[in-house]
Every structure is written in C-alpha cells, then in structure tokens.
T-cell receptor, first 111, second 117 residues
Framework: DAKTTQPTSMDCAEGRAANLPCNHS???????VYWYRQIHSQGPQYIIH???NNETNEMASLIITEDRKSSTLILPHATLRDTAVYYC????????????FGQGTTLQVKP | DAGVIQSPRHEVTEMGQEVTLRCKPI?????LFWYRQTMMRGLELLIY????????DSGMPEDRFSAKMPNASFSTLKIQPSEPRDSAVYFC???????????????FGPGTRLTVL
C-alpha cells in the first residue's frame, strides 16, 4: 500500500470549512483513499473513502485530484466536536485486512 | 448492535504478570484486528484474523505476545510476562468486507488502557 504524507497539525475556526490535505504520490490504480479520525481517548472512526471520483457523505467530502496523487478531506462546517486526529490511508482493493496508520493531522477547531 | 466490546477498559499490573485483554467483535463480522497505540509509535496493527484464523501476525512484537480467536464472537490478546514498555492502549476492531467493491469499514472498540508498573 502506498505511503501518505499529511501536515502534523491544523487549526480551524468553528463553523468554517476544514480542509485537510493528504499526499499519496505513489498511489497505484487499484488503491483507494480512506479517511479515519480519532477523537481523544476513543477508537478510530471511519469517515469516507474514494477511488478517483469525489465523494460526499453526511460527515465529509473527499476531493481526489485527477492524477490521484493527492486528496483533500473537507468538513464543511467544523464544530468543536470535530477536534481530532485525522488519518489518510491508502489501501489496495485486494487488501481486505490491514490499515496502516501514519501520524495523521491533529485538527484543532477553535471557538 | 452494541459495537465492538473490549474488556477491561483499564488494566494496571506489575512487571512480570500475565495480562489478558478481551474483545467481542460485531456479530457477523468475520475479520478481527488487534492494534496497539503509543505516543512514540502511533497506531500499529499487531495481528488480524479471518474466520477465526490468524492471517497476519507480523506486527506482534515478540513471543511474549499471543492472540487467539476460539470462536467468531471472542478473541484474546495475552502478554506474558508483561513489561513496562507494553504500556499502551490496545484496540480491537472488526469488519465485514462483503460489501460492494473495497468498502470494508473497520469498527473499533473503545480500547483497553494497559499500564505495566
């Protein structure tokens, strides 16, 4: 599975959109981009995933560049409860097992 | 469904003692994962099972660690003997990858915080 690079930390004002970038320049054709988050003292939680099309669900939107070498997770209206560590993970469709977590981005939503 | 259940939530033990962590996956999920999280190393996959069979244990740190899954609804992670460097939060997760495409969200339990003195 390809490696990902994320900024260590970001701040966002409450009510504003939070845009979390992820670089995955070595991604291959059958690899998906997954996002999980971990709120303090809890287990990680799935947010969204995608292959090449942009995706949206009730939690967030995922924008994947055309060359698939990077992506952005968007929380449209961040709240204080969105303060967490956000992990971007690249995973092969043939891999039904492992999630390899990097260091993630610590998002601090401020009032 | 109650989600993934882990017990105990907190465990404090002394070096050299045996520690057993327990996990009940979500009913119907046929994959189970054990992770360990520390400040220094982040979140690491230790081992995972499919249909109660260990598939990949390459993340298990050493022979002091062992994991079993005697049936579809129960798994244990055992450390014997425990050492202070084993202090961490241990998470269990489960998934059912029978959905469309590659969608196989992993559901994590609340974790067990282990402190070895």
């Amino acid at each position: 599975d390809a490696k990902t690079t994320q900024p260590t930390s970001m701040d966002c004002a409450e009510g504003r959109a939070a845009n979390l970038p992820c670089n995955h320049s070595t991604i291959s054709g059958n690899e998906y981009v997954y996002w999980y988050r971990q709120i303090h003292s809890q287990g990680p939680q799935y947010i969204i995933h995608g292959l090449k099309n942009n995706e949206t669900n009730e939690m967030a939107s995922l924008i994947i560049t055309e060359d698939r070498k990077s992506s952005t997770l968007i929380l449209p209206h961040a709240t204080l409860r969105d303060t967490a560590v956000y992990y971007c993970i690249v995973r092969s469709s043939s891999n039904t097992g492992k999630l390899i977590f990097g260091q993630g981005t610590t998002l601090q939503v401020k009032p | 469904d109650a989600g993934v259940i882990q017990s105990p939530r907190h465990e404090v033990t002394e070096m050299g003692q045996e520690v057993t962590l327990r996990c009940k996956p979500i009913s119907g999920h046929d994959y189970l994962f054990w992770y360990r999280q520390t400040m220094m190393r982040g979140l690491e996959l230790l081992i995972y099972f499919n249909n109660n069979v260990p598939i990949d244990d390459s993340g298990m740190p050493e022979d002091r660690f062992s994991a079993k899954m005697p049936n579809a609804s129960f798994s244990t992670l055992k450390i014997q003997p425990s050492e202070p460097r084993d202090s961490a939060v241990y998470f269990c997760a489960s998934t059912d990858p029978s959905g469309v495409g590659s969608y196989n969200e992993q559901f994590f339990g609340p974790g067990t915080r282990l402190t070895v003195l």
